[in-house]
């Protein structure tokens, strides 16, 4: 299959599709139908050989857009009530690290694979910040952009659709998000606080700062009850395409191929992952009482956005999901560099 070679033309047609996939996906009553619509649709056309290039400036609006809206859920008394939770959330980062390790030491076992690279690949940071740990070390970054890539999508893939049918809400899809309170007024200013946010966090150089700040200037704005509203669905439902559309077009054809024989090893390491997660989520939920599926969602090895937007759609504690996933977050990125480096010493040990 071949698109028209002009830059725009591409765009539009791969925007175009996207949305028709959205659209079904609304249809039958898909949790997030819109980014798991986009999501299928360019990874189907970038695995048959299209070239899916999008301009890099749709992740962050897609980013700002949703992160404002997920930073609603802070108020003031979510705040007290997350606060409480803080060494669950702390234990929760921590246990989740050990399951990386875990899931790399699997993953040694399965493939020929370094443990460094195994590592990288198995404990949640991201494609871009373990790519760049996995050059800095001397290995190679492709199994370890496949392994964090792979992980993203099954976790977009899995967990939302599983969530609410085990919790008997799939009959809602995205209803609720479609029912959600909004004014012009509100949702301006939502969107100028998460700008700004998201502009302030990147001058100070902070990882994911176009998440990361939007999410706290709607959550501070959100707490000191300032007139800020959700976007119009549209708009919400626009930023899931373009996220969707996004993480698609990263698992191109050319990837895969360089996976080679570790795919089917990257597909099992990745699914022990989710797995473990799950495990630890149903253990915090009957230590704590809280709803399992909230703890299924802050679990999530990842995909702080679709977990947060699954827990609106769910009517759940959206700020402890949320906040589960900053907790580990800022854990586990700021540490990272120190326990590759103590892998890569260990592993020099060994040979």
Request: net charge positive; glycine share 8%.
């Amino acid at each position: 299959m071949r698109l028209p070679e002009g830059r725009l033309t591409r765009s539009v047609l791969i925007y175009a599709g996207a949305v028709g996939c959205g659209w079904i996906g609304s249809l039958i009553n898909l949790p997030l139908p819109w980014m798991i619509g986009a999501l299928v649709f360019a990874t189907g056309l970038s695995l048959s050989g299209v070239a899916v290039r999008v301009p890099q400036v749709t992740r962050p609006v897609g980013q700002i857009v949703i992160a404002g809206s997920v930073g609603l859920a802070f108020t003031a008394a979510a705040l007290e009530s997350v606060a409480q939770m803080f060494v669950p959330m702390v234990l929760a980062a921590l246990a989740t690290l050990a399951a990386g390790f875990v899931v790399a030491w699997v993953l040694t076992r399965m493939t020929p694979v370094d443990a460094v690279t195994a590592s990288l690949a198995s404990i949640p940071m991201g494609p871009v910040e373990s790519a760049n740990l996995a050059r800095r070390y001397g290995v190679s970054p492709g199994p370890v952009i496949f392994t964090q890539t792979l992980r993203i999508m099954a976790l977009v893939l899995l967990i939302p659709p599983a969530v609410l049918y085990f919790n008997g809400g799939m009959g809602r899809g995205d209803s609720v998000l479609r029912a959600m309170h909004w004014t012009a007024p509100g949702a301006t200013l939502l969107i100028a606080l998460a700008v700004a946010g998201a502009y302030l966090m990147k001058a100070v150089r902070l990882s994911n700062p176009f998440f990361l700040g939007p999410l706290a200037a709607s959550a501070v704005a959100s707490a000191a009850g300032l007139p800020v509203t959700a976007v119009p669905y549209v708009i919400l439902a626009g930023a899931q395409v373009l996220l969707g559309v996004w993480l698609g077009a990263a698992m191109d054809r050319e990837l895969f191929r360089r996976a080679g024989g570790f795919v089917a090893a990257a597909v099992a390491s990745t699914l022990l992952m989710i797995a473990l997660c799950v495990g630890m989520a149903l253990a915090m939920a009957a230590a704590t009482g809280h709803s399992w599926s909230t703890m299924v969602l802050a679990f999530a090895p990842g995909s702080v956005t679709e977990m947060a937007l699954t827990a609106k759609i769910l009517q759940a504690d959206i700020a402890l999901v949320t906040a589960f996933h900053l907790v580990r977050i800022f854990i586990i990125l700021p540490t990272a560099p120190l326990f590759t480096r103590w892998v890569a010493v260990l592993a020099r040990r060994d040979t």
